[in-house]
């Protein structure tokens, strides 16, 4: 009987081991990360600069969890000036690839791929970048393009992809190609009358193995910059990958329809000032006709401490109604300032509709909103009819947290507002952000711990003004 005994102890002691691995399999890793913001030098286009960089490396480093995994990123700026990690300009050279693979014990959408490659396509300028926006906001007028562009840091038909400015995107390649060198391009797409930086980027993908490399790699052949067909029909065909793993969670019933116009606009030269915007005017942009006027006081601070008078809680659901798209000749080009925030409940099932606009240079925008993903139901030309809704598809539309509204078009987003705080929305075209293109909603706590904002750490740092 004693040996009966021992086993049947061995036994429970493997049952708890077993349980105690399902648990720490199961349970949500916590990373932790130091970023430190410093000036680094960097060699690009035979001429050297120094650079505001994340730990010296350009582009940053890269942050890789998974799904529901816990992050601390502890960022220590040794910086010239003040600056958060996700700015305007600043971040075209401390930006990096944020990388979230599937929950541990669970698949991929897609079948794993064999190998994974970080691409990160980005701009160069030869000139300081805080130079070339204070510049811009001293004239009212449009910024130095850049002088490049870049690939991994480096200047340099993926059959083919469009990826918005800010974007991310999971690309799978089959190598099924004849063992050899094949070039990858980045070229922009640019749908506006505005200067832009319309070069080329190319990187090799080299196949492995042994092979006679060819003598010269084949140019490639991409859409015209402005081929507004191309881009759309793109965007339009985009699809999720949904499974029971990966299920898509897109609201069926609204409780919250927010429409917000996007236009380019002009504000009122200063007086004693000469500015170099259209008019002889100051260039602005605005959602709604609010163009976005940044607090010296932070928003996040001043909702979390209930400071008054730093913003307010009125931005409008609705702008005023005329043809957005057609002609504007009678509608004003001038917009106000204001800082003014969308107040959303916790839990609340949200439908946003962007239209663009005609007023000064319509354009394609790059819409981001911080804080979520949200699912493209719908996207067109023209102005948004109510009729559109019928033709949203809520079975698989892609998930993504920045979309591209067309010229003188349209999109529809959905999401539920179950992540509390204090949310930035914006146009990823920069100078767009910097003359006002921007917003800031803000999603109420909830009633469970779960439903709150987490507390500032206690060693950090106070602002100052």
């Known amino acids: 009987m004693v040996p009966l005994k021992v086993n049947f102890v061995l036994g429970l002691l493997g049952v708890a081991f077993l349980n105690i691995l399902v648990l720490c399999m199961a349970r949500p890793a916590v990373h932790y990360y130091d970023f430190v913001l410093k000036e680094t030098n960097f060699t690009r286009l035979c001429s050297t600069k120094s650079m505001l960089t994340v730990n010296g490396s350009f582009p940053g480093p890269v942050i890789q969890v998974r799904r529901g995994d816990l992050v601390y990123v502890n960022v220590h700026n040794q910086g010239k000036y003040g600056v958060t990690i996700h700015c305007d300009w600043s971040r075209a050279t401390v930006h990096g690839a944020f990388v979230i693979l599937p929950k541990r014990g669970t698949t991929y959408p897609f079948a794993k791929p064999y190998k994974e490659q970080i691409i990160v396509l980005g701009s160069w300028f030869k000139e300081d970048l805080k130079a070339i926006i204070d510049e811009a906001l001293e004239t009212g007028g449009n910024p130095n393009t850049s002088n490049a562009h870049t690939i991994n840091g480096y200047t340099g038909v993926v059959n083919a992809t469009v990826c918005p400015t800010g974007q991310t995107m999971d690309v799978l390649v089959t190598a099924n190609q004849s063992p050899s060198k094949y070039y990858m391009v980045s070229t922009p797409y640019f749908d506006s009358f505005a200067e832009f930086d319309n070069t080329s980027v190319k990187a090799i993908i080299e196949y492995e193995g042994k092979y006679s490399p060819p003598k010269s790699i084949p140019l490639h052949n991409l859409p015209a910059y402005n081929n507004e067909s191309a881009a759309q029909n793109f965007t339009v065909l985009l699809r999720s990958l949904a499974s029971k793993e990966h299920p ?33 005017q100051t260039m602005s942009a605005s959602l709604n006709n609010i163009s976005f006027a940044t607090p010296k006081i932070d928003i996040l ?5 209930g400071i008054n008078g730093v913003f307010g809680k009125n931005f409008p659901n609705q702008p005023k ?63 948004f009819s109510n009729s559109d809704i019928k033709n949203y598809n809520l079975v698989d539309p892609p998930e993504v947290n920045t979309i591209g509204i067309p010229r003188k078009g349209w999109a529809a987003i959905r999401f539920t507002a179950n992540n509390p705080g204090v949310w930035f929305m914006h146009c990823h075209l920069e100078r767009h952000a910097s003359w006002g293109m921007d917003t800031v909603i803000i999603v109420k706590e909830g009633r469970t711990r779960a439903s709150r904002m987490l507390p500032p750490p206690a060693y950090m740092p106070p602002c100052t003004i």
């Open 301 to 305: 601070g001043a909702y979390y401490r």
């Open 321 to 383: 109604i005329f043809d957005f798209t057609g002609d504007v000749t009678n509608i004003s080009q001038y917009t106000t300032q204001g800082t003014k925030v969308i107040p959303i409940e916790y839990g609340e099932k949200v439908e946003l509709v962007f239209q663009g606009t005609a007023i000064q240079s319509p354009e394609n925008h790059p819409m981001h909103l911080h804080g979520f993903s949200f699912y493209l139901v719908g996207i067109g030309t023209g102005n």
């Open 248 to 280: 898509v969670n897109v609201p069926k019933k609204i409780t919250k329809r927010i429409f917000i116009t996007i236009s380019l606009n002009l504000l009122p030269c200063p007086a004693g000032k000469t500015c170099k915007g259209p008019l002889n």
